[in-house]
């Protein structure tokens, strides 16, 4: 039973563009979700995080947005760049096990020149 | 800083072989994780080490499958014997707290496969 789903394998946006990934859960007791973003050959790398106690976290061109009572978050990536090309998973961890991360399996973005 | 680091990159083995996979984390962790990326089942935690002690070990496969953390600065996942649908890839990832609050750092990972 997948805990942390995204939907959508694929999304592919114009250069300048928003890109919006979308994440949901089923697990109430999640209290921290984060971003990660993968490119080919390497390791997922840490994007951004937030949590449950809030809404909406801010970094530069990302913003991750949390809807609890939807049980659904999304990254937003204003304005996209081609370098943005990669897999983002979203994340998810919970009270006394927060260093266990339950990941989603993942969106390809690709940004079009 | 190196980063984590993995070793081999890539292993290609005969089903029933033994594979140690190999880890160093970043100087200064005490946290280190083995997760592993396959189709089906997305990226898993195998094993969880703090202070080089096993903590939660509750997503390994199978007996056949075991890791050591022998000190701060190195860590082996060994799959023996190997079958092939343990192929996939393993990344170690290390964090300097345990906790997943900032993200852990992921090596680059290494690709098994076991025909």
């Known amino acids: 039973d997948q805990q942390v789903k995204q939907n959508s394998p694929s999304l592919s946006v114009q250069e300048g563009r928003i890109s919006i990934l979308n994440c949901d859960y089923t697990?109430?007791?999640?209290?921290?979700f984060l971003w990660y973003k993968k490119y080919p050959a390497e390791g997922p790398t840490f994007l951004i995080s937030?949590?449950?106690?809030?809404d909406k976290n801010e970094d530069g061109r990302f913003t991750v947005f949390l809807n609890k009572s939807a049980k659904h978050l999304s990254l937003h990536i204003v304005p996209s760049q081609p370098g943005d090309s990669a897999v983002y998973f979203c994340?998810?961890?919970?009270?006394?096990?927060?260093?266990?991360?339950?990941f989603g399996s993942g969106t390809r973005l690709l940004v079009r020149p | 800083d190196a980063g984590v680091i993995q070793s081999p990159r890539h292993e290609v083995t005969e089903m029933g072989q033994e594979v140690t996979l190999r880890c160093k984390p970043i100087?200064?962790?005490?946290?280190l994780f083995w997760y592993r990326q396959t189709m089906m089942r997305g990226l898993e935690l195998l094993i969880y080490f703090n202070n080089n002690v096993p903590i939660d070990d509750s997503g390994m496969p199978e007996d056949r499958f075991s890791a050591k953390m022998p000190n701060a600065s190195f860590s082996t996942l060994k799959i023996q014997p190997s079958e092939p649908r343990d192929s996939a890839v393993y990344f170690c990832a290390s964090s300097p707290d345990g906790q997943g609050f900032y993200g852990y750092t992921f090596g680059s990972g290494t690709r098994l496969t076991v025909v």
């Open positions: 937030i949590s449950s106690i809030k």
């Open positions: 994340a998810a961890s919970e009270g006394d096990s927060s260093y266990k991360l339950i």
């Open positions: 697990n109430s007791m999640f209290d921290y």
């Open positions: 100087s200064g962790h005490n946290s």
